[in-house]
DNA sequence: CCTTTATAGCTATTGAATATAGTCAAGTAC
DNA sequence: GTACTTGACTATATTCAATAGCTATAAAGG
């Protein structure tokens, strides 16, 4: 009959093999990457939930904070969100008082914060910074420094 | 009345708003990390897309190779991937021929390599130690060493 | 045994995030 | 002026992962 373990003869490089079986996971840093990202983003967005605010509406309410001059094709470039994507997202904002639309010329408007706006913003920076220092925090103090340099090394 | 460029007197940390006016996105490392877990992912995979597989399809194969007895639900356990997911993704995994079902008992299933599957693994084995080394390679020396550990300290 | 509970695999459906295509008006260049 | 570009937006599509629920098997307790 069939014994499932009777199947150990793959001809291919025991070494790697034998590193996958230890641990599989550690093949991939990149993948390891996204793991450590998915999981803190869950996290954060755990944390948020608190203001109901996503992560990426959260980002724009620091990122507009004390400017006058943002429009959202220059928030989307520097979050990376395509313009189609940040009409919603800013409409749901406006929805709720957090930001108001004040045209700057003809055809560029710039999302500045409410007052309403502020006060939510205040407490999400309670949250974040909370939040980033715990992250810190969890990482071993030899390695503490060298990480957010390195992350910034590999996209930028 | 409201003149949008007379708007700067927001009476927080004049230290944080500065920060933040200069480099908007370093307020959040763990936005960072999102950004460049996203950025990595989008071009792992790319060069995955030489052998049309997703990155979690990728990471199935490099998991399960040389093991006959690994099931859905202890892949999806090691990848963080629901049951309900890994369904449709061995499915699609089993219609290209690349690993097959074999009945461990009446209702395991392990998922193992067929031959066509072995042959793309050495491939994407090929692309991702590749892709690990690039990635590697950008994190600036006196980093390097403290990236993954510094990784894995956050979730795990 | 036979009933209960847990486990494995699966289907169907939903929701969130993002991408694509295209509209429209306002600005810019020649 | 005409042509091209840019900013904001609508509508739609794709992708991914999460929820709920189903069925059959296995294990445990009486």
Same mark, same amino acid.
């Given at each position: 009959m069939v014994d499932p373990t009777s199947h150990p003869d793959n001809s291919e490089s025991p070494a790697a093999t034998d590193k996958a079986a230890r641990d599989p996971l550690a093949i991939l840093?990149?993948?390891?990457?996204?793991?450590?990202a998915n999981a803190m983003m869950a996290e954060l967005g755990a944390l948020l939930g608190e203001v109901e605010l996503r992560v990426s509406e959260a980002s724009i309410l620091l990122l507009i904070d004390g400017r006058s001059t943002m429009t959202s094709s220059l928030?989307? !470039?520097? #979050?990376?969100?395509?313009?189609?994507?940040?009409?919603?997202?800013?409409?749901? =904002?406006?929805? &709720?008082?957090?930001? *108001?639309?004040?045209?700057?010329?003809?055809?560029?408007?710039?999302?500045?914060?409410?007052?309403?706006?502020? !006060?939510? #913003?205040?407490?999400?920076?309670?949250?974040?910074?909370?939040?980033?220092?715990? =992250?810190?925090? &969890?990482?071993?103090? *030899?390695?503490?420094?060298?990480?957010?340099?390195?992350?910034?090394?590999?996209?930028?």
């Open positions: 840093p990149g993948y390891t990457l996204r793991r450590a928030i989307g !470039a520097a #979050l990376d969100i395509r313009s189609a994507n940040m009409a919603p997202l800013i409409s749901s =904002l406006v929805a &709720r008082g957090l930001v *108001e639309r004040v045209p700057l010329d003809g055809k560029s408007m710039a999302i500045v914060l409410t007052e309403p706006g502020r !006060a939510v #913003l205040a407490r999400v920076r309670t949250i974040t910074q909370d939040f980033e220092q715990t =992250l810190m925090l &969890r990482i071993p103090p *030899e390695h503490r420094d060298h990480f957010v340099p390195a992350l910034n090394a590999l996209w930028r």
